[in-house]
């Protein structure tokens, strides 16, 4: 059999043996699952009947006496603070509040109550709002208007193409939540794909297997194998997401319901995040081939990895930023920078859509970089990785890669 | 044609000279001993022959060929500094580092039984490589570094950590080796293995060839003019003796050039005295070495 099959078919079978790799691999679709199901527990277990509040008022105003009924709530009419204030502590009524005589040139209400609480409740306030403009424009508009005045937008957007036709993809929190979860997932993946190629080879140069290995292949078929097998494993690892992720959609929809009944798993999306994993966990292994070889321990070289690995996380610390300037020419620059494009783009994709000429632009630079990056790594292991219990100044890998 | 052929070898890292056109010749159904002092270019030397490393200049021929990875397969490599897969058991450890070597996955467990068996550790055949002693694990590793019947096996410091039964389970194992037809090179700093055990040797120090050849004819080179007496009964004045030096036990007489050992014998006998033990002081490969590397060191 071919050297390399054989350092990918090892690297392969241990990587997926080990205890971290299996346990990282179902925890996603095992906690999903669990998540599903204390919500099923949850919800059959406590589902208080929805009770129907009762606030008091006085009004000074004069006039505040229909739309007593508002949803969740009844509005009891006292002639005196007094009277509502006995019967609130007789708890007659859940709270109570005073429309003072200046309230139309004020807006200002007191508002009485027995709890300590942060903020009024937003279902006490908005029924307590409604009570008071219905009540405010009753007589000078009609009935139907005013339900409008209350909630004058329900906006249904439809996106076209530039044809006009209506678009496949929607947009919307319901297309976000999927981009935004892969992306999520691309960056765990990213990560401790990546670090399981350091673990391998520095766990072989700690071992001192290095020069055993060199004797049986060269350093390219031991490198190839072992790019090729920890990152099988790791794709192995976000295939297992992406197949769970529709069956755990389809069951937490019909358990939750609501927004993830709506959303949709589109095959672009699986595609372009899998193409990003590859190229983006080809990126960070040389990356981290080139760490382990300068490092003389496993415990070394892990210390160094996050150095690099942040720069994938990074997007996130901009998330919110990208939410609210979603078309920022920053987010494009940053798509096309190799070590930041495979969880922004997947992010983007989610949010405003990615033109197909910045995906091609994104994923060229990151195959560019990882050959160009694997060329001067290769150097690297080429002076290090028969180097044990030393690791070289800053200066002498410069001179390394620079000299070859 | 030799096993091993080194055509004025050199290999530099940055401003440091590790071989300086270095040559020889290992032949089959030989044991020939690499030896010098640390930091002498002999790990140097073996990296390049297994094709680890390239020289800087020269040329290593390994059965004919220019070594390579083609030539890997045919060649077996313990280096000093070595281990396993400390989480894989022994016959998985064994079973891949063989494959890697090109054998026949049919073929390695049969083989790696036998091997296991001639070396008492069949019982550590599942037992993972972690809970091996050092010596034990030394042993995987010569077994790793022979199972698919190499014609040249390398072996740097083989005999670190086993105790003297591995020890001499291991001389047998390579003299039968040689015996097979196979060249074995073996580098140590243990002299009195490389005495015991090779035919011939190259001692090299700072990347150069110090000494090379067979081990008899450079120990005979190095033989001073002196005998080495133990008996009982008082020496007598000897003519020709210019020089006496007492060693724990037994006494040396240093010749002149015209004395032969010959006459001091008939002649101690012919005193009388008792002789036990009567040799031509021959010196030891240590001494040897300290000579002639010390030589270079002055």
Known sequence: MNRTRLVFRHEFVQTIRKKGFIILTLSLPVLAILGIGIFRIASGVAVPAAAVMRIGYVDNVGGFDQFTSQKGADLVHFDSPEAATQALVQRDIDEYFVIPSDYVATGVIARYTLQKELAPPPATAAAIKEFLSANLLAGKIPPNVISRIEAPLIAITTTLTSTGAVAADQGGFASFIIPALFSVLLCFALMFTSNYVLQGLSEEKENRLMEILLSSVSTRQLVTGKLLGRGAAGLLQVLVWVISLPLLLRLASSTIGGLLSTIQLPPAVLLIGVAYFILGYSMFAVLLLGVAAVTSSTREAQALAPIFTMFAVAPFWFSSLLVLVPNSPVWVVFSIVP??????VMLRLGLTGVPAWQLALSMAVLAFSTVAGLMLVARLLRTYLLMYGKRPHLREILRSIRTG | MPIVEVRDVAKSFADKVAVA??????????????????GAGKTTTLRMMMDIIKPDSGEVRILGAVASEATKARLGYLPEESGLYRKLTVIDCITYLASLKGMDPHLIGARADTLLDRMGMLPQKRKRIEALSKGMAQIIQLMVTIIHDPELVVLDEPFSGLDPVNTERVKELLVELRDQGKAVILSTHQMNQVEALCDRILMIDNGRAVLYGDLEEIRAKYRGHSVLVDGEGEMPQIAGVIEKRDHKNDVELVLDSTTTPQEVLKHLV???????????????????FLRAVGRNHE
């Open chain 2, 270 to 288: 012919g005193a009388g005295m008792a002789i036990r033990r009567f040799e031509v002081a021959t010196p030891s490969l240590n001494e040897i």
């Open chain 2, 21 to 38: 056109g270095l040559s020889f010749a290992v032949e089959g159904h030989e044991i020939f001993g690499l030896i010098g002092p640390n």
């Open chain 1, 339 to 344: 070590f930041s494009a495979p969880v922004l």
